[in-house]
């Protein structure tokens, strides 16, 4: 075994490398940028070394000051992780110069598969389904144009060397591959500085299925079948899965069966992972190899009950796989979702900012499931715009698909975040969606599903029915407490009875509270419920909630549940699941005398453009006097290595345009003004 390991990568997964290395007794070394000084990683490691500033590009992109961090710690291998240098090809030809062992596949499959023109030649070779596509590098916008037009839109525009959904556009018009194009070309270069795009056709409806594979130094190779990432947004998993709810034991054989003999032609000898795309004929195509471990590894290794990083670890000492294909039997179904610092009421624009609170639940069982988080992040550390804005992986796990789905609805209804925003409330509502529920998913499901964006989704009738009950719970305990007297004599309190009205969503609920005596003493508090609107019968409430705390668990009747609550000076801001609101509690005469103040006149946003997100201004396409139409392109704004374009929204003169290219901007800070 290997004595000391440095990882050449950050948060989540040189955190969850590091967990690994603990439990096989090996020593590791963590690497920093400014950014992360304070970070999780770097207080895990047994050791860590400065690398930079924040940008990647002088950071974790640097080679050369990773390579120096080896030597001065004596290192005897890399695990690269995810991102960054992970599929550079140089940089395990440069560690072997240097007598560094490297945690990953040979350098020579990582180039093959890496330069995605190669590796779908390799792969038709190698008698691999591929997408019909232009076999060729694409020159310039003139090019993409003429190739799209020939192949038929829509097509897919993509960095050769991309990964991550970074570098990738659709376009279904000559406008939009023209626009498509310049984009993707930035993104790949920014990313993973080479701008070579290929050109493909896209397939309608697409599921999105890879397929794990390990090989070892001495020629094996097996599959640990497939997970199915269909649920993305701009090309960006955000559900994964394992096993895939579409595929059937023929076509699931065909897949790996494929996978392998791709993994074999470059001598593959790591873990990896062939994608592919599949229509809903169940006809798949080869999409791409990434030759690393992947973010949503975790499906995998809870189905089948390995640790992928012990057998990269083990691989690259020349150990043997010690298992074979009829070994690889799928157990169980699990189900992860990436939580991501941003707002899905914002068109899920980035939310950077420090983690003023942030609460996890326990890992374990959790209903009829288990629960997992992989996160590398604590209460105070801040999500940084150089970087991917993932806060966690939370990933649920049970016998069934629908037990894993409950466990990892459960989990993120008890995981706090406060100090910026999530898109926690976006993941519940999908995993709520009647089409999820029943694996009715595709790669376009998310702009199926929301087609105007996420605005929060309706209350079902379960959701109105706790919210109105911890309300007037709440409320009871707040009056109760600020009605005591100090007495020499203490008393137990009588059974009490509390009649209120619980105003949600402009809707009234009449909530009828039954308090035993001494009840609300106690660690775990009771109530009996009467709410004639919305349960037929008495039901009994019990929580441990107190005021303070921003979770209120409980269970109603036999149903166990967890809000999230505000408490302000006007009542209670509540959020289950993708419902949030806000929660009035008056006694029945006050409820007669509340009238809503008058609603306010929104602002003419359309004549301001502000910056949605703190970032880098790319370009800016319009100056003071420019006439322009409705859904032109104004400014091109990157953060987290994702460019945005800023569109008008109305027809138009531009009277004043207050940055230019290269300035950073802030959040909603005013760029352009219309006349």
Known sequence: MF??????????????????????????????????????????ADEAVFIGPSAPAESYLRMDRIIAACKETGVDAVHPGFGFLSENAAFPEALAEKGIAWIGPNPYAIAAMGDKLKSKALAAQAGVSTVPGFKG???????????????????MIKASAGGGGKGMRIAHCETEVCEGFAAA??????????????????????????????????????????????VQRRNQKILEEAPSPFLDAATRKKMGEQAVALAKAVNYDSAGTV?????????????????????EHPVTELTHGVDLVEHMIRMALGEELGFNQS???IKGWAVEARLYAENPYRSFLPSTGRLKHYREPSEGPIGPGVLRIDSGVREGDEISMFYDPMIAKVIGYGESRDAAIHALAESLDRLYVDGLQSNAPFLSSVLDEPDFAAGRIHTGYIDEHFPQGFHGAEPTGFQLMIMSAAAAFMHTLFVQRAARVPCPVARPMERSTHEWIVILDNR?????????????????ASAEIRAADLIADTTVLT??????????????????????????????????????????VYTPRMAEL????????????????????????????????????????????????????LRADIDGVIKSVNCKAGASVSTDELLIEFE
Not at 23 to 41: F, I, K, M, N
Not at 275 to 293: A, C, Q, S
Not at 629 to 638: D, N, P, Q, R, S
Request: negative net charge; aromatic residues 6%; glycine residues 8%.
């Open 275 to 295: 994608e592919f795309i599949v229509d809903p004929d169940k006809n798949f195509y080869f999409l791409e190899m990434n030759t690393r471990l992947q973010v």
């Open 594 to 645: 509340y009238a809503r103040l008058p609603s306010k006149q929104p602002v003419d946003a359309a004549r301001h453009i502000s910056s949605p997100m703190p970032g880098l201004v790319v370009s800016v396409e319009v100056e003071a006097g420019c006439h322009v139409k409705a859904g032109e392109a104004l400014m091109v704004i990157e953060a987290m290595k994702m460019e945005n374009v």
């Open 327 to 329: 070994d690889m039997k």
């Open 137 to 155: 590098e694409i020159t310039d916008d003139r090019h993409a144009v003429q190739v799209a037009g020939e192949i038929g839109h829509p097509v």
């Open 543 to 584: 929580t441990a909630w107190r005021p303070g705390e921003h979770l209120f668990e409980g269970t109603l009747g036999s149903r166990n549940f967890a809000l999230f609550v505000t408490v302000g000076a006007g009542g209670y801001q509540l959020r289950h699941r993708g419902f949030c609101t806000d929660a009035l």
């Open 185 to 230: 070309r930035n993104e790949a270069r920014s990313s993973f500085g080479d701008d070579r795009i290929l050109i493909e056709k896209f397939v309608e409806n697409p599921r999105h299925i890879e397929i794990q594979v390990l090989g070892d130094k001495h020629g094996n190779v097996v599959h640990l079948n497939e997970r199915e990432c269909s």
């Open 508 to 524: 009234r609920f009449p909530i009828e509270l039954h308090i035993p005596a001494g009840s609300l003493d106690r660690d775990q």
């Open 3 to 44: 004595n000391r390991i440095l990882i050449a990568n950050r948060g989540e997964i040189a955190v969850r490398v590091i967990k690994t290395c603990k439990r096989l007794g090996v020593s590791t070394v963590a690497v920093y940028s400014e950014a992360d000084a304070d970070t999780l990683a770097v207080e895990m």
